[in-house]
């Protein structure tokens, strides 16, 4: 007998996809086969988003359009799971009769006695509770990888007045240290190089358990010691983070990246704004010269570190001085990435309420111009790169040409080379730059590192 076939897509964050990636190594288990192909497809999963309009329209859009193959294959069961479905399951459910279950963010574990229940069920059947069972649940990982993210904590508790995150993803909640380096471990074992730490609030980590088992100390950082104990693990080569907020980067976890060569010099920084004003109305609890001061000490402690940041354009009553703000700090900050938003309502969060907000159109030139500015840094920043020795991490054949292959610098700058014999993925390898445009580095091999 032919095992049944499940189809997962994934729309939103990297949360988001290493939660697809655990589920299908659950439903593998379980006896299911993944496939790619709809027309193959018993059981299609959508993953969804609702951190912005745009996501959610996508998803939605998606739903809707599998009516048509419903009609084809009417034994075709579909899933709708992740963010929107936590925060609007009922909505889905009533204008979508296709749909035969909705699991939320807490409860993606259960995926595969949904997926049985649901074909003895007339109805769709609806799992949104939050609990932390989920934590210890979600760490099966495919075989082969060199790099593998591991989420170590869930949720949010700072309640940015635009964000629905700690409506989706509930209260923030920690693993314990020692679970999380036991799957450290078990994935170097396996030949995994490379760990991406997963959070929304990852710069948090650890202190609502802190707090609750009476340790809680402002000076430490539960997520330095994390890192750490990961970096004495044999075999792990790279350790990289997101999302952190940006006012828990404390000594402890500055001073721990600085003297732990591991843990890479590409440190997300989400800003938002670079207005005092709307950081307030935002509620990120920070000023923009507090924001500049963490960025200043890094990199008077941490050699060769380069930042990426969130930026939010046409948030309610954002005035042409407010943007100003932001332009200017992002070009005194130098980001080496900058993710744009144009600002969206979102269900439940205060600044849907908010009066004066703002058009597309206003959002839309506000985003160019950023873009703009973080083109002409990057060029000039990767052509000072010419003629510099990079460390890279091998990642295999590049994406864009089947002739080269690529690899990462510690800054996450792509690299590409021509292939060697003697070189394989995951190998750290010196690479000499010759070439450099806006978005990749380009250079020859020089050596191995190990």
């Not at 993606?108 to 939050?130: F, N, Q, R």
């Not at 976890?253 to 005092?276: M, V, W, Y």
Request: aromatic content about 6%; some cysteine.
């Amino acid at each position: 007998m032919s095992k049944e076939k499940v189809l997962i897509k994934t729309y939103g964050c990297q949360m988001n996809d290493r939660d697809s990636e655990a589920v299908e190594m659950d439903l593998i288990k379980s006896g299911y086969e993944i496939t790619s192909e709809e027309k193959e497809a018993d059981v299609i999963i959508l993953n969804t988003c609702s951190v912005r309009d745009q996501a959610e329209r996508k998803a939605l859009g998606k739903v809707g359009s599998l009516k048509k193959l419903l009609r084809k294959q009417p034994n075709l069961q579909i899933g709708v799971i992740g963010c929107m479905a936590q925060s609007r399951a009922d909505d889905i459910v009533d204008k979508h009769a296709n749909v035969s279950f909705v699991a939320g963010t807490d409860q993606l574990h259960k995926i595969p006695s949904l997926i049985a229940a649901s074909k003895k069920s007339e109805t769709a059947l609806i799992e949104t509770g939050l609990s932390r069972d989920i934590m210890e649940r979600l760490d099966n990982h495919p075989e082969g990888q060199t790099n593998a993210s591991i989420a170590i904590m869930r949720g949010c508790n700072e309640y940015c007045t635009y964000c629905i995150v700690p409506f989706t993803r509930g209260q923030e909640k920690s693993r314990s240290i020692g679970s999380v380096i036991a799957e450290v471990k078990a994935l170097a074992e396996k030949g995994v190089r490379e760990v991406m730490y997963l959070g929304q609030n990852i710069t948090a980590y650890g202190l609502i358990e802190a707090r609750r088992d009476r340790t809680f100390d402002k000076e430490i950082s539960p997520f330095a010691e994390l890192l750490r104990e990961t970096a004495k693990i044999e075999g792990i080569k790279r350790i990289r983070f997101t999302s952190p907020h940006a006012r828990y980067f404390n000594d402890d976890l500055i001073n721990t990246i600085a003297a732990e060569p591991k843990i890479c010099r590409a440190i997300h920084f989400p800003l938002q704004s670079g207005s005092d004003r709307l950081l307030k109305v935002m509620r990120r609890r920070h000023t923009a010269a507090e924001f500049l001061s963490w960025i200043n000490k890094m990199k008077a402690r941490i050699e060769g570190i380069t930042f990426s940041t969130d930026l939010i354009v046409g948030f309610p009553g954002e005035t042409d001085e407010d943007f100003q703000a932001t332009r200017d700090l992002c070009n005194e900050v130098d980001f080496d990435q900058q993710f744009i938003f144009r600002y969206s309502t979102r269900k439940n969060t205060p600044a849907a309420q908010m009066p004066n907000q703002l058009g597309e159109e206003i959002k839309i030139e506000r985003n160019q111009i950023l873009l703009q500015d973080l083109q002409e840094r990057l060029i000039a920043k990767n052509e000072a790169r010419v003629g510099t020795v990079e460390e890279i991490m091998v990642e295999g054949v590049s994406k864009r040409n089947d002739e080269k292959w690529a690899g990462r610098t510690t800054n996450y700058k792509i690299v590409i080379f021509d292939p060697q014999e003697n070189i394989k993925v995951g190998d750290m390898i010196n690479i000499k730059i010759e070439r450099a445009t806006q978005h990749s580095l380009y250079g020859s091999y020089l050596k191995h590192q190990d």
